[in-house]
């Protein structure tokens, strides 16, 4: 069975530009979840989506926005785009909405020059 | 809030020595414990998962991890130090209750692991 698929795997943009990530879950997953790992640090929660619906928010700019399709896959885009954005931005899927575990993508690594 | 220390940034081990990473969390509630795996260029893969059943957690390629809750500790290790096992490993924490974001984990800075022949 195919894992996490995430596209691109990299986007190089510029300042004040826009940029749209894309995920899709495992097959029979229907949570999606996005961080992003900055160069030597650990990933950091940006958004979940269950069942099309937020269920949760981490602390970044209201820059940062995403949606969950019919088919569970999962968009997260990114508006006036900044040097601190660049890193690698990783997507998670899980069965369900309690106690599953994770399966993360390879991530999307995005360099903003 | 919830919250992971990984102890040492970088841990060297010789090849076939004792591999031991370490690991506290800081939570207002009973918390769920995991440790991941991250190969270069490469996403994060689940070691092992600590959701309050048994506190010694045995994971893939050999390794485990022991829930002690007197410590806040949760500590990987491995009996015997593989050149495959050289990549950077994160401890992550979440709520074990329902609520907003009830599934994020929250994530240590990480620990690369060098295993020298």
């Known amino acids: 069975d195919a894992g996490v698929t995430q596209s691109p795997t990299h986007l190089i943009k510029t300042r004040g530009q826009q940029v749209t990530l894309r995920c899709s879950p495992i097959s029979g997953h229907k949570s999606v979840s996005w961080y992003q790992q900055v160069l030597g640090q650990g990933p950091q929660f940006i958004f979940q989506y269950y069942e099309k619906e937020e269920r949760g928010r981490g602390n970044f700019p209201d820059r940062f926005s995403a949606r969950q399709f019919p088919n569970y896959s999962s968009e997260l885009n990114v508006n006036a785009l900044l040097l601190g954005d660049s890193a690698l931005y990783l997507c998670?899927?899980?069965?369900?909405?309690?106690?599953?575990?994770?399966?993360f993508g390879d991530g999307t690594r995005l360099s903003i020059l | 809030a919830q919250s992971v220390t990984q102890l040492g940034s970088h841990v060297s081990v010789s090849e076939g020595a004792l591999v031991l990473l370490r690991c506290n969390y800081s939570?207002?509630?009973?918390?769920?414990l995991f440790w991941y795996v991250q190969y270069p260029n490469q996403g994060l893969q689940l070691l092992l998962k600590y959701t309050s059943a048994a506190t010694l957690v045995k994971g893939i390629n050999g390794f485990e991890a022991e829930f002690k809750k007197s410590e806040t500790s949760f500590h990987l290790t491995k009996p015997s130090a593989h050149m495959s096992d050289a990549a950077e490993y994160f401890c992550a924490v979440r709520r074990n209750a329902g609520g907003t974001s009830y599934g994020k984990l929250t994530f240590g800075q990480g620990t690369i692991l060098t295993v020298h022949p």
């Open positions: 998670a899927s899980s069965a369900g909405w309690g106690n599953q575990p994770q399966h």
């Open positions: 939570s207002s509630v009973p918390p769920y």
